[in-house]
């Protein structure tokens, strides 16, 4: 392998199923998967969360079963699932940041629609009905009114910029992932 080594993660197993079926919660159990309740799947993506792993290099995924359990062409097997695991969850992923951003822009299109109304209501009124009022008054409405506006476009906004982010780092790491060594040995 031309790549260095950048991370090993070691799972002990039952049985294969819990790579992706979550396990009863065993809080004395000697298994990592049953002690949490998690799947080996959940358990490695929380490793392998954004911000602690590194794009490049190598990541060896060792997978420790009973050795009754381990059947000639598992290691394939294992990559086969693995590999259709995360194109689905990747296309999950991807749908769901379009999601996010279409629903940003459409209730930032909103948002901007009932902020020119909310002005031209109050250019309105300013110049008619309280086109008398004292200048500190008028002020503290225009402020008033500004902090609305910026209520209610802020949230569309982060909606647009920041909501879809979790699902394209969670997709770098599928793609680290679907990259990685797979090893199934036994116990010790």
């Given at each position: 392998?031309?790549d260095?080594?950048?991370?090993?993660?070691?799972?002990?197993?039952?049985?294969?199923?819990?790579?992706?079926?979550?396990?009863?919660?065993?809080p004395?159990?000697?298994?990592?998967?049953?002690?949490?309740g998690?799947?080996?799947?959940?358990?490695?993506l929380k490793?392998?969360?954004p911000?602690?792993?590194?794009?490049?290099?190598t990541?060896?995924?060792?997978l420790?079963?009973?050795?009754e359990?381990i059947?000639?062409?598992?290691?394939?097997?294992?990559?086969s699932a693995?590999?259709?695991?995360?194109?689905?969850?990747?296309?999950?992923n991807e749908?769901?940041?379009r999601?996010?951003?279409?629903?940003?822009?459409r209730?930032l299109?909103?948002?901007?629609?009932?902020?020119?109304?909310?002005?031209?209501?109050?250019a309105?009124l300013?110049?008619?009905v309280?086109a008398?009022?004292?200048?500190?008054?008028?002020?503290?409405?225009?402020?008033?009114?500004?902090l609305?506006?910026?209520?209610?476009?802020?949230?569309?906004?982060?909606?647009?910029?920041?909501?879809w982010v979790?699902f394209?780092?969670?997709?770098?790491?599928?793609?680290?992932?679907?990259?990685?060594?797979?090893?199934i040995?036994?116990?010790d």
């Amino acid at each position: 392998m031309s790549d260095k080594l950048v991370k090993e993660i070691v799972m002990k197993l039952r049985d294969i199923d819990q790579l992706y079926l979550a396990p009863g919660m065993d809080p004395f159990s000697d298994l990592e998967v049953e002690m949490f309740g998690e799947s080996a799947f959940q358990r490695i993506l929380k490793q392998l969360e954004p911000g602690f792993w590194k794009k490049s290099g190598t990541l060896r995924l060792v997978l420790l079963l009973p050795k009754e359990k381990i059947k000639p062409g598992l290691d394939k097997k294992v990559m086969s699932a693995i590999d259709n695991f995360v194109e689905i969850r990747t296309k999950d992923n991807e749908l769901a940041a379009r999601n996010e951003r279409w629903n940003g822009a459409r209730r930032l299109v909103v948002a901007v629609l009932v902020s020119l109304g909310i002005i031209a209501v109050s250019a309105l009124l300013f110049n008619t009905v309280l086109a008398k009022i004292p200048r500190d008054v008028a002020s503290l409405l225009y402020g008033f009114i500004a902090l609305v506006l910026w209520v209610l476009v802020w949230n569309p906004i982060d909606i647009l910029a920041f909501e879809w982010v979790p699902f394209s780092r969670a997709n770098q790491v599928l793609a680290y992932i679907a990259k990685a060594e797979i090893v199934i040995k036994p116990w010790d």
